[in-house]
Every structure is written in C-alpha cells, then in structure tokens.
C-alpha cells in the first residue's frame, strides 16, 4: 500500500516562492501517475498538476500554467511542486495524490486512490 506524505508549506508574501515535496512509500512509486491538489476553505478539492509515470508529461490548470512546476524524482520516491509568483489565491491546503489503478480523467480527483494529509500553504502580506 503507498502512503504520502506532503512537507513544505508555510506562510509566503504575495510574489513568493514555495517548493511542496510529496514522499512516497512502497517500492511501485515509479509506475503511478501522481498529481497535486488544493483545497481552499469552504471550497471543492481542485486539480493543479499532474505527472505521468515517466515524468515526461505533464497537464497543469489554467490557474497555475506558468507560475507552477511538477516534477518527481523516483530514485527519492518524491514528486514535488514548486510554486512560484505566489497570490493570496492559492491560499489552500495542498495534497499529493497517487493513481495506483487507473480510473477517470487525470484532472478529476476520482482518478488518484492514494492521497495525503496534506500541507498548508498561506499567502499573505
């Protein structure tokens, strides 16, 4: 069974930086795809990147095309998101997850079985 465990988070000023790390148990990491999410307060789970078992393809959301970045490292079992021109926008908690069985489209949260707990990212003057 994977297990994840989101680190990284934290308190940014608007226009900063933050790099998410996603660790990962269990010795099939490199075959799953994996994929960040964030939920803000009172709202829906939202889809922000995902990463294909290779690393070589990558689908991001419009909110963040351009100011984030997916990338994995298989050999540290770790899929990171480096964040940057942070807004108050992007505010959430943000969670890993893992398809281990491939079900539904990439960007729906319905196809990832394994999340995270998550990790807080606030943005703020």
């Known amino acids: 069974q994977v297990q994840l465990v989101e680190s990284g988070g934290g308190l940014v000023q608007p226009g900063g930086s933050l790099t998410l790390s996603c660790a990962a148990s269990?010795?099939?990491?490199?075959?799953?795809?994996m994929a960040w999410f964030r939920q803000a307060p009172g709202r829906e789970r939202t889809f922000i990147a995902t990463?294909?078992?290779?690393?070589?393809?990558?689908v991001y959301a419009d909110s963040v095309k351009g100011r984030f970045t997916i990338f994995r490292d298989d050999a540290r079992n770790t899929v990171y998101l480096q964040m940057n021109s942070l807004k108050p926008e992007d505010t959430a908690l943000y969670s890993c997850?893992?398809?281990?069985?491939?079900?539904?489209?990439?960007?729906?949260?319905?196809?990832?079985?394994?999340w995270g707990q998550g990790t807080q990212v606030t943005v703020s003057s």
């Open positions: 269990g010795r099939a990491f490199s075959r799953y795809f």
């Open positions: 997850a893992s398809q281990t069985t491939p079900t539904g489209p990439l960007t729906t949260t319905r196809a990832y079985d394994i």
């Open positions: 990463i294909s078992w290779s690393g070589g393809s990558t």
